[in-house]
């Protein structure tokens, strides 16, 4: 069982950054998938970035340039770096890992965290 606690979000304006965290807890599959989500009010939940199982990052095409992911694997913490954040970043902000047999390429088990509110206003 794997629990995931983000944290960081909180109240921040136009132009602003934050960063999140993701704090992974018990035992991890050292092959996995991790990544931060984001559902605003009366939207479907999205990617917004994430590592694949070969370490390659993924960015949704409205936050590149502006979020950087990265990992702490020493001590099981994801993070996203958010700069020049926009109203329409306003979310709550979940972290996602997916966890993989050695060898294999789908899934064995899927964990999400509570999230935590982003909101960007002036």
């Known amino acids: 069982q794997v629990q995931l606690v983000e944290s960081g979000g909180g109240l921040v304006q136009p132009g602003g950054s934050l960063r999140l965290s993701c704090a992974a807890s018990?035992?991890?599959?050292?092959?996995?998938?991790m990544g931060w989500y984001r559902q605003a009010p009366g939207k479907q939940r999205e990617l917004v970035a994430s590592?694949?199982?070969?370490?390659?990052?993924n960015y949704a095409d409205s936050v590149k340039g502006r979020f950087t992911i990265s990992r702490d694997n020493a001590n099981n913490t994801l993070y996203l770096r958010m700069n020049s954040l926009k109203p329409e970043d306003t979310a709550v902000y979940y972290c996602?890992?997916?966890?993989?047999?050695?060898?294999?390429?789908?899934?064995?088990?899927?964990?999400w965290g509570q999230g935590t509110q982003v909101t960007v206003s002036s």
């Open positions: 996602r890992i997916q966890e993989y047999f050695s060898g294999t390429y789908t899934y064995t088990s899927d964990y």
């Open positions: 018990g035992s991890i599959f050292r092959r996995n998938a």
């Open positions: 590592f694949s199982i070969f370490g390659s990052t």
